[in-house]
């Protein structure tokens, strides 16, 4: 069916890569089997049976539409139906149609914000990583209209803003919160690390005045913010630089072991050699100016597809805090690498560095401790 999508400028014109990716999104983590599909499989015949048979099973262990089954998977966490020329059997040989949900739909992610269907990449993927954080321009944000088969996406998250006019949710403001933090995390007059610590200040002052049930206290903080006139400068500044307990955690072997990418494991071996020279890793934070654009354009992805700061719930102060974390995580990690590999901080680096760990970072118990902390 035909219908409104507000979408990152990005999206337009996604198309998978196949073989050509350097990395495989059909290694490294399980495969669910929505109902439909697997009930399909359940009941095929001939050549879609021949080729599915003994390599699915039923989940035992949670049930709803979108976990029904799993796919049996292979040595090193791989997919059955990835062949030795790194391509699905089930596409090329029977029909897109025939794949789960969960494959047909990734690396998008879709949620609906009142009524209004949005779609943006995960940056697991590296074709997204290379489509959005690259540009150096302000990712930029359009609403089309696009022929969407319903029936075969997974909606993460509705949020209906009107519903909660007059209440004492939050979510009435969803609109204003979400356009100022962006406007933020967009603000290059200064650097990224401030932006970040202007945002920490807007969500502690209001969840503040949430906690105390102030609803014009918060009207007025969202006013003050949304003027181009707001005077930051005499926000402090956070440090966003570890020491030396956090840099150990990110190579810990209870993180390691948990760790399904082999890329990830890859930089965190690179990177646990840098370790040696931690005297060093604030030195290459100046490398780093060069490169604002991409965390910029990482963080403002982040914000849209995830819905921070109403991804914990109302908790405003987890929202911010898991944002800045990931910064963390991702900085500390492309550090250590260029001291462990006596190299200079480059773009294939932060990329490298960011696809990898967003391909286990919410699948690791590890990781989640680190980001909520």
């Known amino acids: 069916m035909k219908v409104n999508m507000f979408i990152p400028r990005y999206m337009v014109g996604f198309k998978c ?3 050509k990716c350097i990395d495989t999104c059909c290694v490294g983590w ?3 089997i929505d109902e439909n599909t697997y009930n399909r499989y359940e009941n095929s015949e001939s050549k879609l049976n021949k080729l599915v048979n003994g390599k699915y099973k039923v989940n035992n262990y949670e049930h709803d539409i979108f976990n029904h089954g799993f796919m049996i998977l292979e040595n090193e966490k791989k997919c059955p139906f990835l062949n030795s020329n790194m391509l699905c059997d089930i596409h090329g ?7 789960c949900i ?15 269907y949005e779609m943006s990449g995960l940056t697991s993927c590296y074709e997204i990583c290379l489509n959005s954080l690259l540009n150096k321009e302000k990712m930029e944000f359009i609403e089309i209209e696009d022929e969407l088969d319903i029936d075969n996406i997974e909606i993460r998250r509705i949020i209906d803003s009107e519903a909660f006019e007059y209440s004492d949710n939050l ?28 945002l920490k200040h807007f969500f502690n002052i209001l969840e503040d ?14 006013e003050d913010f949304s003027s181009e006139d707001y005077d930051f400068t005499s926000i402090r500044k956070e440090a966003f630089d570890g020491d030396e307990k956090f840099y150990s955690i990110l190579c810990s072997d209870e993180l390691s072991k948990n760790i399904k990418s082999v890329r990830l494991k890859q930089c965190i071996k690179e990177y646990k050699a840098g370790l040696d020279n931690l005297d060093v890793f604030n030195e290459l ?4 100016d060069s490169f604002e654009y991409i965390f910029e354009n990482y963080l403002v992805n982040k914000v849209f597809t995830d819905l921070i700061p109403f991804n914990k719930g109302e908790d405003l102060y987890l929202g911010i805090n898991y944002l800045i974390n990931i910064y963390k995580v991702i900085k500390a990690y492309v550090i250590g690498i260029a001291v462990g590999n006596e190299e200079e901080i480059t773009e294939y680096v932060i990329l490298r560095v960011i696809q990898s760990i967003s391909k286990d970072i919410e699948h690791n118990k590890v990781y989640e401790k680190i980001l909520i902390r």
């Open 30 to 32: 399980d495969i669910n």
């Open 93 to 99: 040989n029977i029909g897109e149609e025939h794949l």
């Open 17 to 19: 890569v196949s073989s």
């Open 209 to 222: 005045a949430f906690k105390e049930e102030d609803f014009d206290v918060i009207e007025d903080i969202i």
């Open 171 to 198: 979510l009435q403001y969803f609109w204003d919160i979400r356009l100022i933090t962006i406007n933020i995390i967009q603000n290059r007059s200064y650097s990224i690390e401030f932006r970040l610590s202007i």
């Open 285 to 288: 934070n100046s490398q780093l």
């Open 102 to 116: 969960t494959c047909k739909n990734y690396p998008r992610v879709y949620n609906i914000i009142d009524d209004v």
